[in-house]
Antibody, heavy 120, light 118 residues
Framework: EVRLVESGGALVQPGRSLRLSCTAS????????MGWFRQAPGKGLEWISF??????????EYAASVKGRFTISRDDSKSIAYLQMNSLKIEDTGVYYC???????????WGQGTLVTVSS | DIVMTQSPDSLAVSLGERATINCRSS????????????LAWYQQKPGQPPKLLLY???TRESGVPDRFSGSGSGTDFTLTISSLQAEDVAVYYC??????????????FGQGTKLEIK
């Protein structure tokens, strides 16, 4: 069974940093691209970052709203995807989800999410 | 970025009746090289993560009931629930994933459509 578990969410002050983790199980993690998404309270879904699978170079993409502040990475030996978030802003508040990008499909499995609150 | 616009924003349908949600993209998400529409539909219930319903505009994800169907091509798409069940109450999102080997266009969602029971 595919399982994704996010962790690392917390209450932080504006300007501070936070690292989220997405721990995967039930599939060969290194072969899959992974994405991070977020959902502000009462709002819709927003894609924020993507990292290709190791066979495809592990290259990364970012939404304009986080480019230069957030960094996605992966540790295939631990089956974990990370999201390093720097210079956090109040508008970064929300539930952060990770998801697996299945070949020939799209984001077919999602974690339950972790809450990030940016507030002074 | 490709902008996705859903209509309506909310919808109330009687149990057993048909529900239709529309999604329009600001540019075509049909890739001519493989004739596939890079369009997915998700269902999100309160307090839960999104659940993939359909991809390639009309391919049903494993385990999704066949009352859910998708249609459309290019820039205009529709999600249809043929006979609404109580468990279908949720917010539905369309998403484009028109990222080809030569062009990355991000992954953008529509604003969501809230489906309720009338």
């Amino acid at each position: 069974e595919v399982r994704l578990v996010e962790s690392g969410g917390a209450l932080v002050q504006p300007g501070r940093s936070l690292r989220l983790s997405c721990t995967a199980s039930g599939f060969t993690f290194g072969d899959y691209a992974m994405g991070w998404f977020r959902q502000a309270p009462g709002k819709g879904l927003e894609w924020i970052s993507f990292i290709r699978g190791t066979p495809y170079g592990g290259t990364t993409e970012y939404a304009a709203s986080v480019k230069g502040r957030f960094t996605i990475s992966r540790d295939d030996s631990k089956s974990i995807a990370y999201l390093q978030m720097n210079s956090l802003k109040i508008e970064d508040t929300g539930v952060y989800y990770c998801s697996r990008d299945a070949p020939g499909k799209i984001f077919d499995s999602w974690g339950q999410g972790t809450l990030v609150t940016v507030s002074s | 970025d490709i902008v996705m616009t859903q209509s309506p924003d909310s919808l109330a349908v009687s149990l057993g009746e048909r529900a239709t949600i529309n999604c329009r993209s600001s540019q075509s998400v049909l890739y001519s090289a493989n004739n596939k529409n890079y369009l997915a539909w998700y269902q999100q219930k309160p307090g839960q993560p999104p659940k993939l319903l359909l991809y390639w505009a009309s391919t049903r994800e494993s385990g999704v009931p066949d009352r859910f169907s998708g249609s459309g091509s290019g820039t205009d798409f529709t999600l249809t629930i043929s006979s609404l069940q109580a468990e279908d109450v949720a917010v539905y999102y369309c998403q484009q994933y028109y990222n080809t080997p030569s062009t990355f266009n991000s992954y953008t969602f529509g604003q969501g459509t809230k489906l309720e029971i009338k």
